[in-house]
């Protein structure tokens, strides 16, 4: 193990582990605290940027944060390193690559090709040393595009999950919050429940429910019931209507097995649900979460500070070639993230990292009532993240979620968004959005509050 | 229904007040613009405003105190000396202050209350001393009950801490929940049998959540379940996943597929959490 220094202010700083030097480094927050890694003093964490920006991106490569004969993150990252791929950037300092990613020759197709010459601890290391501004600007840059019912990340595009959770999974109630959300142009990106239970009968009957919908109306969009793997692969195997398989997923072997997940599984679910083939323009079908912190609440971290966990867990989520994928970012609470502030740091980061590492990623931008954060910081955060250029965002009826009891971004968060920077649903939503005359002749969403417009059949259905 | 012919606008505010019997999410709102009408803006904000103020409000221990008629109380603080600390250092939150600790009268007891501040005091004011003594009329009166513990700044695992210190067998904490926009005063029950503290987990409790009268569970329902469960946990020498809560009987379980022994995955289930956080913060 190499150990790593730098003198500032006279002083020498030492630290003896790429590890450690990552999580001195690494912007504050309280999960670092917690869990006894972040830096001790305001000086000693620039000291580790310095250090850091004279390390050699083949370093990490040399040196895993989590060894490889101990976890299967780390030997996945290994393995599959392409080198090839990351040979334009193999003979720069982590430093060296922050100035070539902000340069004009980091354009989306080199972004694209270097990327899986990356690893996750390669961009959570350069990301450490970008401002909130660079970590837009690159992002922006990236260029991912998947695909099934509808396209998601071409540019001037933003998607939405339209999320209408009901807190026993009553479904006259998802029905409602369901209409609501499409009359509010949301769901392109899909229409996800997380489900009050992970019981096989009551996750199909919510699938039927949504694959009802989505085929009376013709909606080019795709239906996920958020349960866990092994009852996504059991329901398949049972005829249930499955478009996404979904799954939480984290940057260590110990931190999967504490969601009861495995690479195993995951190949078995990716494997099932390529064979189903219900995709019309595109294959990508699986859809995961993840959100820093989870590897330090499961004790299961190695001594990684939170951001580049987080990091390692797009690894895992880039193997299964997924259609959707979101940092849950301000959902874990304030022992982890402790307010807005660190909330929007975590999010321009996870965003700018997923990107790189080429995921298409998008957030739930959201808090907790424990947490220092409101409905402004939603704000920022979601302007922020539309710049920098967010596949897609998770939205609520109102921003309230009364199933899981905090608040995101809500449906007209997503119309402000769209009406600021410009941007438009995904293609495929936005036709069928025109063809049901919910768009106006700007192509924006149309306020049809108190009129009779035709989806409110669902309504209707459901009041009598 | 009128048979009346509606202009569209009556018939889609009658639609959504119809829906709005299905669900309490905030739907049909309308816009301004892209945004929310103001009222609605307003309402969220004092949602969120209860829910703040109930996370942030100083602990009254005498309040508690008095509910409780006749009772001996004692009060301690966990070693996480303000709110701030408290809100980032759960670490903290589960351990007693050394010197409150070496005040906390020994004795064998069988059982002791931990009326515990959490994430809402507002939820321990109103809720903890009556199921407190909902319970304690419930219990067999050989029972050996400690003077009940008011503690502030702590998380369910100070319990384990207070009953190891005091040689207690069984410990109850009543601890304010995380609160939401729709409550800010929901009080939680946790029964731990022979607690240890860093050695208990989650999975070697009990929970009653949710205990908010009317609208959530009543002190006497909640009385109730307390007292059949920890009979049943003193019969078994054991609480956790191994004492099912039987005093109403439940939907028989539903036929599990190879997932069942799994934990509950984040934002699937009512468990929450992007890893794995406690209503009341562990």
Redesign the interface.
């Known amino acids: 193990m190499s150990t790593y220094s730098s003198t500032l202010g006279g002083h020498r700083y030492r630290f003896d582990s790429l590890a450690r030097l990552l999580a001195a480094a690494s912007p504050e927050r ?1 999960g670092d ?2 869990a006894g890694l972040a830096a001790d003093s305001a000086r000693q964490r620039v000291a580790a940027r310095w250090a850091l920006a004279e390390v050699p991106l083949a370093q990490f490569l040399a040196e895993p944060v989590i060894p490889y004969e101990d976890d299967d993150v780390t030997r996945l990252i290994v393995d599959t390193h392409d080198v090839v791929a990351f040979a334009p950037v193999a003979a720069l300092t982590v430093g060296g690559f922050r100035e070539w990613l902000l340069s004009e020759a980091a354009d989306a197709e080199a972004l694209a090709a270097v990327s899986p010459g990356l690893t996750p601890e390669m961009v959570a290391a350069v990301s450490k040393l970008m401002g909130n501004a660079d970590l837009v600007a690159v992002a922006r840059k990236a260029r991912v595009v998947t695909a099934f019912r509808s396209t998601i990340g071409l540019p001037g595009r933003l998607a939405t999950r339209l999320q ?4 026993t999974d ?1 479904p ?6 369901l ?2 959300g499409l009359l ?1 142009g949301s769901g392109d990106a899909v229409i996800g429940i ?9 996750v199909r009957d919510l699938l039927e429910l949504l694959d009802g919908v989505i085929q009376r109306y013709r909606i080019p969009t795709q239906s996920c019931v ?6 996504s692969v ?1 329901l398949m195997e049972r005829g249930a209507p499955v478009d996404l398989v ?3 997923i ?1 940057g260590t072997q110990a931190a999967n097995a ?3 997940v495995t690479l195993g599984l995951l190949d078995e679910a990716y494997a099932a649900v390529g064979e189903l083939g219900r995709g019309t323009v595109g294959h990508n079908a699986l859809y995961f ?3 820093q ?6 004790d299961a971290h190695h001594g990684v500070d939170q951001q580049t966990v987080e990091a390692r867990a797009y690894a895992v989520a880039r193997r299964y070639d997924p259609l959707l994928v979101n940092t ?1 970012v301000g ?6 993230l ?1 307010d807005g502030r660190q909330i929007l740091r975590a999010a321009l980061e996870d965003h700018f990292c997923g990107k790189l590492l080429g995921l298409p990623m998008g957030l739930d931008i959201c808090y ?3 947490a220092d954060a ?2 402004d910081d939603v704000a920022t955060m979601l302007t922020m993240l539309g710049v920098a250029g967010a596949s897609f965002v998770i939205c ?5 979620d ?4 905090y ?1 995101s971004a ?1 449906y ?1 968060d997503a ?2 968004l ?2 600021v920077l410009g941007l438009r649903p995904a293609p495929e939503f936005e036709a069928w959005l025109d063809g049901i005359g919910l768009l106006d002749e700007r192509g924006a969403i149309r ?1 049809v ?4 417009h035709p989806l ?1 059949a669902i ?2 259905e ?2 009598a | 229904m009128t048979h009346r012919q509606l202009s569209s606008g009556e018939d889609d505010l009658l639609m959504w007040s119809a829906l709005r019997r299905h669900t309490q999410a905030r739907i049909g709102l309308g816009r301004a613009g892209s945004a929310l009408p103001t009222r609605h803006r307003l309402e969220l904000q004092a949602a969120h405003a209860a829910a703040r103020d109930a996370v942030h409000s100083p602990f009254a221990p005498e309040v508690v105190a008095a509910g409780l008629t006749g009772e001996p109380t004692v009060r301690v603080r966990s070693a996480a000396g303000g709110r701030l600390t408290y809100l980032q250092r759960p670490d903290l939150g589960r351990r007693l202050d050394d010197i409150d600790r070496a005040h906390l009268p020994g004795g064998d007891w069988d059982l002791v209350f931990v009326v515990a501040d959490g994430l809402s005091s507002r939820a321990v004011h109103e809720h903890a001393a009556p199921v407190v003594r909902a319970t304690t009329a419930l219990l067999d009166p050989g029972l050996r009950v400690a003077p009940v513990i008011l503690a502030e700044q702590a998380r369910v695992a100070l319990g384990d801490d207070v009953a190891h210190a005091m040689g207690a067998a069984m410990v109850v904490v009543l601890i304010g929940e995380r609160p939401g926009m729709s409550a800010a005063d929901s009080l939680g029950a946790y029964l731990t049998y022979a607690p240890r503290p860093g050695t208990t987990t989650d999975a070697d409790r009990n929970c009653l959540s949710n205990i908010r009268p009317p609208l959530g569970l009543t002190y006497e329902t909640a009385a109730a379940k307390l007292a059949a469960l920890m009979g049943r946990a003193r019969e078994m020498g054991l609480t956790g996943v191994g004492l099912k809560d039987e005093s109403d009987s439940p939907p028989p379980p539903l036929p599990v597929p190879s997932s069942g022994a799994l934990p509950p995955n984040p934002r699937s289930s009512d468990a929450g959490g992007a890893g794995s956080f406690s209503p009341s913060g562990g």
């Open positions: 309280s605290r917690l209408p959770n009901h807190p009553d006259a109630g998802v029905a409602a919050a209409l609501d509010l997380n489900p009050a239970t992970d019981s096989p009968r009551a958020l349960c866990h793997v092994t009852t059991d979904f799954q939480s984290a504490s969601f009861g979460e993840t959100g912190g989870s590897a330090l609440s499961a849950v959902f874990i609470g304030p022992e982890y402790y907790t009532n424990h409101d409905d609520t009826p109102g921003g309230d009364i199933m899981l009891n608040q809500s007209h119309l402000y769209r009406e306020d509050s108190g009129t009779a409110t309504g209707k459901l009041a």
